[in-house]
């Protein structure tokens, strides 16, 4: 399996913006799906942003049009930019990918988004 590590979550203001990163330990262009998930206290962990087949990119309605995700081939990382955060973006993110059948999970990282 993938092995994946997310970087980039801390502490903002409404508002304000954040750049997530994950590091992939192979290359990401065969992946079926890459991209990211989040999950809120209390609440199940749910799709934000997901670059399908290497091309298409999806986002969830609550954050279309403020994040941005992106693939950097030469390095197997994918990005999330995130702005015009809300406090209803607090969640730990974490980074997924599916290669061959397989899903692979990042540790996470935590964003905070204060009002």
């Known amino acids: 399996q993938v092995q994946l590590v997310e970087s980039g979550g801390g502490l903002v203001q409404a508002g304000g913006s954040l750049r997530l990163s994950c590091g992939a330990s192979e290359t990401i262009y065969s992946t079926s799906a890459m991209g990211w998930y989040r999950q809120a206290p209390g609440k199940q962990r749910e799709p934000v942003a997901l670059v399908v087949n290497g091309a298409r990119t999806t986002y969830a309605d609550s954050v279309s049009g403020r994040f941005i995700i992106s693939s950097e081939y030469a390095t197997n990382t994918v990005h999330l930019q995130m702005n015009s955060l809300k406090p209803e973006d607090t969640a730990v993110y974490y980074c997924?990918?599916?290669?061959?059948?397989?899903?692979?999970w990042g540790r996470g990282t935590q964003v905070t988004v204060s009002s």
């Open positions: 997924n990918a599916v290669r061959n059948g397989y899903s692979s």
